[in-house]
């Protein structure tokens, strides 16, 4: 038996290969993110969490500053009638620094000031202030 071995023309190419940096356990934080956390007494995480709260919660309210509102609840409605919308937090830089934060995770993000005494200012949820006014009688 005769072998004879003849070398090949076909040019063998090791795969590529690819080293990632990226570690998907390491969240990465901006330098922004990390002063406000911070500043507040919080970790960064926690940061980014409720300011995720904070957003989502301040694009379900409809109102804006300068809109009239009423109180969805009758006794807000019978203490403070009308109410004049006067600022919305959009996100959780807005907040005071030594502002306590909600254990149900729903802070008070509007703002406003009843019609009858607008040199008070009352903090609310962003579901309580509705549009329309609930309690008025048509026939």
Not at 106 to 122: C, E, G, K, Q, Y
């Amino acid at each position: 038996m005769i072998i004879n071995t003849y070398p090949s023309v076909k040019v063998v190419v090791a795969p590529p290969v690819w080293k990632s940096t990226y570690t998907p356990t390491a969240k990465h934080f901006t330098s922004h993110e990390e002063q406000q956390a911070l500043t507040r007494g919080i970790t960064p995480a926690e940061y980014v969490r409720r300011n995720v709260i904070v957003k989502e919660l301040s694009d379900s309210v409809r109102l804006k500053p300068g809109d009239t509102a009423f109180p969805s609840i009758k006794k807000g409605y019978t203490d403070w009638g009308q109410c004049l919308v006067v600022g919305i937090c959009r996100s959780y830089k807005d907040f005071a620094f030594d502002a306590e934060w909600p254990e149900n995770d729903s802070p008070m993000l509007v703002t406003f000031a009843p019609l009858n005494d607008r040199a008070t200012h009352i903090h609310c949820t962003h579901h309580y202030l509705v549009a329309k006014n609930p309690f008025v009688l048509t026939c």
